[in-house]
């Protein structure tokens, strides 16, 4: 068993060394190939005057990130909660299934650039509309993995433990939800992703602050440096988010039964 965790961590530790060298490299090509061909900053920036920009203080780099990543994290934290309650609730009630999620699929068909307006104006700016924008796109992967680990069990356990005379509670916490945890954390690792675009959108659409809203400022200047560290800013946060997830995923699903 020892050995075996001690080759887990090796494993672990390669595949990480890995992924750090092929960014690395991707970063030193992209600078060798901006400064061999000459292009103008306006249109590629090396990574170092990227880099650069972050010396500025009219960015007001670190508000701009506080506030994305306040709108990504309560987007994505409301669309867990929400899918996995709106999950159990359905694997509890075939009759609420049946009434609620077709309308939830017919929900989601709505372009979320066409909904974020009618949010601003119902709740008007600020970061709460960009946290309900999160949260309309990120959560409906959820619901639909969750539901779909919870109604997977094994017909045989569930007559074994109605023949013990076990109530529905002890079937849910002993059975139900320790099957249905690879494919939560599957949809949160999906809704993770797409938090991120949502928080984007709401910024787009009508904001005050956040890496968003400075894009949509810098834009006009044609200041491409900064337009770039602000997606380099928001790719470690939905980076960040998404190794958040896989570590939980690590703590609660043995490693035999996640789901790639």
């Known amino acids: 068993m020892r050995t075996r965790v001690v080759s887990d961590g090796m494993r672990s530790v390669r595949t990480l060394a890995i992924i750090l060298i092929v960014h690395v490299a991707v970063i030193v090509l992209w600078q060798v190939l901006v400064d061999i061909f000459q292009v ?34 309560g987007g994505f934290s409301l669309g867990a909660l929400v899918g996995v309650m ?11 299934s049946l009434i609620l999620l077709p309308l939830f699929v017919t929900l989601n068909m709505i372009p979320k650039v066409a909904l974020g307006p009618l949010i601003i104006v119902w709740f008007s700016y600020g970061v709460f509309p960009n946290i309900l924008i999160a949260f309309s796109i990120c959560f409906f992967p959820i619901l639909l993995t969750t ?25 849910f916490r002993k059975i139900q939800l320790p099957g249905a945890l690879p494919y ?48 380099v800013l928001l ?26």
């Open 235 to 260: 790719t470690l946060l939905g980076v960040s988010l998404y190794g958040l997830v896989l570590a939980l995923e690590r703590l609660f699903v043995v490693r035999d039964v996640r789901l790639q």
């Open 184 to 231: 939560v954390f599957s949809g949160m690792k999906v809704g993770a992703i797409l938090a991120v675009a949502g928080a984007i959108v709401g910024e787009f659409i009508a904001s005050e602050r956040g890496l968003g809203y400075l894009m949509i400022q810098v834009q006009s200047s044609l200041d491409t440096p900064a337009m770039v560290m602000a997606v």
């Open 147 to 171: 539901a779909r680990g919870l109604s997977e069990v094994e017909p045989d356990l569930l007559d074994l433990v109605k023949s013990l005379r076990g109530s529905r509670w002890t079937l």
């Open 86 to 96: 709106l999950a159990v609730l359905f694997c509890w009630s075939p009759l609420g």
């Open 40 to 73: 103008p900053k306006f249109i590629l920036p090396s990574p170092l005057a990227t880099l650069a920009t972050l010396d500025s203080s009219k960015y007001a780099w670190v508000s701009n990130v506080a506030v994305t990543a306040v709108e990504i994290l």
